[in-house]
């Protein structure tokens, strides 16, 4: 299927003049699991290695490797359709690496999935990053994106709104920075200054500032009550997470 507009590019490579070849350096993780129920899962992964590997040998040990990897080894005669949720997710991501490809694709893996599967898969995406492997992961989970992705594109319907670290995008995108100043001492407002967004609690011991520019407010706050010979017991920054990010982008819900 033609591409209505763009240009999708694997290093330097333009993956429509190419595509056999490049598609076999892709592995693809559906969001769908993509397994036989009426099989086991050595014999899944056999099955869909076959597509790239017709080295009988080769694709058992590959197979073998990747279940000991997933593990799952002491189930890999177990037809698919006894295995739990968390189970399956993990031999649907072995299925797409039985080809041992260096760009992956991830569509929300982690999905409807138990703590410690899905914590396990965190562990294969953690080391599978160590060996040099691109992933390119769709997920709605924000924690799962600010954990693990060194590069984050926010699209809604179709189009990409942002794209960058994740330091990059609350500094274009978060809007004002929150500080909460815990004092050791009360203070009265009338104390306070008048040109900064301050609040402050109903004992008058926690001061929270809202500020675009944090840093230099903050030092002249930290001045203001040094003069004041009032103590500061702590500091703490609130920065906008992903999620708020999002919404600032969208102006929706995550699931509208």
Not at 154 to 160: A, E, F, S, V
Request: aromatic share 6%.
């Amino acid at each position: 299927m033609p591409p209505d507009d763009g240009s999708i590019y694997i290093g330097s490579d333009n993956l429509y003049n190419n595509t056999s070849s490049l598609k076999h350096q892709m592995g693809v993780v559906p969001q769908e699991i993509a397994l036989y129920d009426n099989l086991s899962a050595l014999q899944n992964l056999i099955f869909w290695g076959g597509l790239y590997v017709h080295d009988a040998q080769r694709l058992k040990a590959r197979a073998e490797a990747l279940l000991e990897w997933v593990g799952l080894s002491d189930r890999k005669k177990d037809l698919v359709q006894h295995y739990s949720g968390g189970m399956k997710r993990r031999v649907n991501i072995a299925a797409a690496l039985m080809h041992d490809p260096q760009l992956i694709l991830m569509d929300e893996p982690t999905v409807g999935i138990d703590p410690q599967s899905r914590n396990k898969i965190y562990e294969m995406l953690t080391e599978l990053h160590r060996q040099g492997k691109t992933i390119i992961y769709t997920t709605h989970y924000m924690n799962e994106a600010e954990q693990m992705c060194d590069r984050i594109g926010i699209m809604d319907h179709g189009k990409l709104l942002a794209i960058g670290s994740l330091d990059s995008l609350r500094n274009a995108h978060a809007g004002d920075t929150s500080i909460a100043i815990r004092l050791q001492q009360s203070i009265l407002p009338d104390n306070l200054p008048k040109n900064m967004s301050l609040h402050y609690d109903t004992d008058l011991l926690e001061l929270t500032l809202t500020s675009e520019n944090p840093h230099k407010d903050l030092g002249d706050i930290i001045h203001h009550l040094h003069l004041l010979e009032v103590a500061i017991d702590s500091i703490q920054f609130h920065r906008a997470d992903l999620e708020t990010i999002f919404l600032n982008l969208t102006g929706r819900t995550l699931r509208d």
